[in-house]
């Protein structure tokens, strides 16, 4: 458990200092941890386990926006843990309970197993059509036809800024529109 | 959109920075601060014995004051920014103005009545009433708004686990250094009088911050 808290801190450092490889890396081996704490709380709140996956990608496009707030000199894990259970109370809040979401939560799921992806959301899909064309389009190139920012700027016939202006923007929007939902 | 479609996702958005928080309040505060300034100045402006009340102690412990209550609250509202933290450890900071104020307090009680400058010979009473309280308590909410708005905006960029404490931080920031501007104008200088008047000012500026924050600064 301690092992891999440091390993999510090195493979944070990594990325911030421009190793995308690493920041996948991170974020796949953090997913299922999130999926698992988001379950519990769901269940705790006596609420349908099938949300899950919802919650899951709220958090990690809110882990995504605000990974400049973590200081890279600290361990990763209660920073990640802190905008997850942020996160997690917002999302049940929003389903309409008031839950106390322990902070211990996080670290035992560490040890637990993986939980693998059952319901699909729907909940960034839908937000996904609300969104102006070229960040939609931009999005769904890289998203679903998992094309490179190179390949996407060829398709649309954009510079490679544009994509990347694109795809930070539409982001952003996203998590702002779940937010407001 | 599938988890791992999202994730590939946010990994092609990796070389994307943004700029961290405190950079983020400095420039929002700078492009607010002249909306201020020229409310200030247009509408009360520096107090015309200002090179005379200089060399009263208790004229500049107003300012050491307000700018101790702006720097402490600019401190902690960017710890706050951070998802992990808590008051704890930082807390304390806000502690120091208060204690600034108690010490003058104590000060302007405690010296003998010849050593100290006219003003602050007057009864304890008319010193705490004064004579500038109403202009005291509307100056300081207005000058302080377009402050309020742009710290808000500015710690938008953070991820405060606490959005109403953090808008409430922004408020004491905000009225901190709107009553920079004002004790600049004012002719009360007793630390009775800044203590009671200038204290309810930044309450309901803190109080309009937390209640924005915990609409706003969510994340």
């Known amino acids: 458990m301690r092992e891999r808290e440091e390993e999510w801190t090195g493979l944070m450092r990594s990325a911030i200092s421009g190793d995308s490889a690493a920041y996948h890396r991170l974020l796949k081996a953090v997913t299922p941890v999130l999926r698992a704490a988001a379950r519990r709380g769901l269940a705790r709140a006596g609420q349908s386990v099938d949300q899950s996956e919802d919650i899951v990608q709220d958090i990690l496009l809110a882990v995504h926006l605000k ?18 259970r942020n996160k997690l109370i917002d999302s049940l809040r929003r389903r309409g309970r008031r839950v106390f979401v322990n902070i211990d939560d996080f670290a035992e799921t560490i040890a637990s197993e993986p939980a693998a992806e059952t319901a699909p959301a729907s909940e960034v899909s839908a937000e996904l059509q609300s969104l102006p064309a070229r960040q939609r389009d931009v999005l769904r190139s890289i998203a679903v036809d998992s094309a490179s920012i190179k390949e996407t700027a060829a398709k649309f016939a954009i510079s490679e800024g544009a994509v990347r202006v694109a795809l930070h923007r539409g982001l952003a929007s996203l998590t702002a529109k779940l937010r407001e939902q | 959109m599938q988890t791992d479609q999202l994730i590939r996702t ?63 609250a600019i401190s902690v509202s960017l710890h706050l920014s951070r998802p992990e933290a808590s008051l704890r450890g930082w807390g304390w900071l806000l502690l120091i103005p208060a204690g600034l104020l108690v010490a003058g307090i104590l000060g302007e009680m405690m010296m003998p009545q010849r050593m100290l400058p006219m003003p602050q010979r007057l009864p304890m009473m008319t010193r705490l009433v004064g004579s500038n309280s109403k202009v005291c308590m509307t100056a300081i909410p207005l000058i302080s708004l377009p402050l309020l708005a742009a ?45 009671t ?19 706003v600064l969510r994340f």
Not at chain 1, 67 to 84: E, K
Not at chain 2, 159 to 171: C, D, F, K
Not at chain 2, 202 to 210: C, D, K, M, S
């Open chain 2, 10 to 72: 946010l990994a092609a958005d990796n070389a994307h920075r943004a700029r961290p928080v405190g950079f983020a309040l400095m420039l929002a505060l700078l492009a607010a601060a002249p909306v201020s300034l020229l409310m200030f100045f247009a509408a009360l402006g520096v107090r015309p014995d200002v090179m005379t009340a200089m060399h009263n102690p208790f004229f500049d412990l107003k300012f050491a004051v307000t700018l101790a209550l702006a720097i402490a």
């Open chain 2, 151 to 195: 710290a808000l905006v500015g710690l938008r960029h953070g991820a405060p686990a606490r959005p109403a404490l953090a808008g409430a931080i922004a408020g004491l920031l905000s009225a901190g250094l709107a009553a920079t501007l004002y004790a600049s104008h004012c002719t009360d200088d007793s630390p009775l009088f800044v203590a």
């Open chain 1, 67 to 84: 990974r400049h707030t973590w200081d890279a000199n600290a361990p990763f894990a209660p920073w990640l843990f802190a905008i997850a």
């Open chain 2, 197 to 215: 008047w200038y204290t309810i000012a930044t309450a309901l500026i803190a109080a309009i911050g937390a209640l924005a924050g915990s609409k």
